[in-house]
């Protein structure tokens, strides 16, 4: 069936640098949500992107929308030890509720 | 508190013996689902229901089977569990059936079985 492809599958930072994560789809999305999930926790919803070239922000989050809406990012800035887990990206392409692998966030010591 | 609830968190069966897991939403939600994740693999969706007696399937519904006869309750039944269903598994609801994938999805905290 229809897939999404999320990269990286892994990303180790050093606290206080920059994390992305990609969301991609060969075909033409109608929305996309975002959900966090902490080591040992459950999926939360973040966020929800709708239109084309849409950028949300939440803190430190920022979340982008593809202008042809086949794909997503979301960027961490100045990451902090409160941000370790794994980020889905969900998107929905015709009525179908897809998910990304995740990108696990990790925090190096 | 607005919540899912799962039960329980962790088993551990043998292969061949029924099993229930529980799923429960105060919300009022008409749609629900379940998600099986595993490592690398994300989150895969067993089944879903747009609302009380109304069920499909999702990508990975062998083996597995669901009810809903009430609106709060979503039960996922295991007949004759597998090693292959070793998973951390996941029940979900959001607001509204018809719109379902622009409500978000409210999880509840995971079950964790483990069949040998």
């Known amino acids: 069936g229809q897939q999404v492809m999320q990269i990286p599958q892994y990303q180790h930072v050093q606290e206080g640098e920059d994390f992305t994560t990609y969301c991609n789809s060969s075909?033409?999305?109608?929305?996309i949500q975002w959900y966090k999930q902490r080591p040992g926790g459950h999926p939360v919803f973040l966020i929800q992107l709708v239109k084309s070239g849409e950028v949300k922000k939440q803190k430190r989050l920022t979340f982008q929308f593809g202008e042809a809406k086949k794909n997503s990012s979301l960027h961490i800035t100045a990451t902090q030890t409160t941000d370790v887990g794994t980020y889905f990206c969900?998107?929905?392409?015709?009525?179908?509720?897809?998910w990304g692998a995740g990108t696990k966030l990790i925090i190096k010591p | 508190e607005a919540q899912v609830t799962q039960n329980p968190r962790y088993l551990i069966t043998v292969t061949g013996k029924k099993l229930t897991v529980t799923c429960s939403q105060n919300?009022?939600?008409?749609?629900m689902s379940w998600y099986r994740q595993d490592p690398g693999l994300g989150l895969r969706q067993i089944y879903y229901s747009m609302n009380v007696e109304v069920t499909d399937k999702g990508d990975v519904p062998e083996g597995y089977k669901v009810s809903r006869k009430e609106k709060r309750n979503f039960p996922l039944i295991l007949e004759s569990p597998s090693p292959n269903q070793t998973s951390l598994y996941f029940c979900?609801?959001?607001?509204?059936?018809?719109?379902?994938?622009?409500?978000?999805?409210?999880f509840g905290n995971g079950t964790r079985l483990t069949v040998t």
């Open positions: 979900a609801s959001s607001l509204s059936g018809g719109a379902a994938y622009n409500s978000p999805l409210h």
């Open positions: 075909t033409t999305l109608s929305n």
């Open positions: 969900a998107p929905r392409s015709n009525y179908q509720l897809i």
């Open positions: 919300m009022n939600h008409e749609y």
